[in-house]
């Protein structure tokens, strides 16, 4: 059964920090990996996708890395701000579903 | 930038009443999805549908659900006799193509079972 888990549940810092959130998942043939924000009461955006053939994905103060073997994938944010504040959730793609962790909720203050 | 849409937002609904939730997918997506969200819990998958019928549903996914692409524009899920534990957010999502592709999700439609 495929498992996707997220470890904290939940995270405060101070503005401008650097930030880590991990992902592990059971199963290694996935097709890709996807990082997704999710503010109270709304849905879901998604940040990055890696595909499994990548290793590595970018955008802005974004930095998502993809290691299969492991079972790893990390998100990095660069001098995180108030408005990250949310809940960050990676879903693991092995067929056509999305297999999502619990999430992380993330709190940046000012 | 094209966006899923769903409606209502918040629906509320005695037990055992039928409900439809709508959704318009990105207009040029060919796969669509209904995912729920209990309360303080996972984003759990429901069902996936393309080319008119459905390619992959869960177990939760039984009996009382149907999905439908009444027309090119609308996917509706239905819950035929609803029960308190459906109470959920339901998101659609579409993406345009079937693996390692972007699922683009929408709002969500809060359903509240009485």
């Known amino acids: 059964k495929q498992e996707v888990t997220q470890i904290p549940a939940a995270l405060s810092v101070p503005e401008g920090e650097n930030l880590v959130l991990n992902c592990s998942f059971t199963?290694?043939?996935?097709?890709?990996l996807q990082w997704f924000r999710q503010d109270p009461g709304k849905g879901l955006t998604s940040l990055l996708l890696i595909q499994s053939s990548q290793r590595e994905q970018t955008s802005g103060r974004l930095n998502a890395s993809l290691d299969k073997s492991s079972g790893r994938s990390t998100l990095y944010i660069a001098a995180s701000q108030p408005g990250d504040s949310a809940t960050y959730l990676c879903?693991?793609?092995?067929?056509?579903?999305?297999?999502f962790g619990k999430g992380m909720k993330l709190t940046v203050n000012p | 930038e094209p966006e899923v849409t769903q409606t209502p937002s918040h629906q509320v609904t005695q037990m055992g009443q039928e409900v439809i939730l709508r959704c318009v997918p990105i207009?040029?997506?060919?796969?669509f999805y209904w995912y729920r969200q209990i309360l303080g819990q996972k984003v759990e998958f429901l069902v996936s549908?393309?080319?008119?019928?459905?390619?992959?549903k869960s177990e939760i996914f039984d009996d009382q659900f149907s999905v439908e692409r009444p027309d090119g524009s609308n996917f509706t899920l239905k819950i035929r006799s609803t029960k308190l534990e459906d109470s959920a957010m339901y998101f659609c999502?579409?993406?345009?193509?079937?693996?390692?592709?972007?699922?683009?999700f929408g709002p969500g439609t809060r359903l509240t079972v009485l």
């Open positions: 999502a579409s993406s345009l193509r079937r693996l390692a592709n972007t699922q683009y």
């Open positions: 199963d290694s043939a996935i097709y890709n």
């Open positions: 207009s040029n997506h060919l796969y």
């Open positions: 879903d693991q793609g092995g067929s056509e579903k999305l297999v």
């Open positions: 549908f393309y080319n008119n019928e459905i390619s992959e």
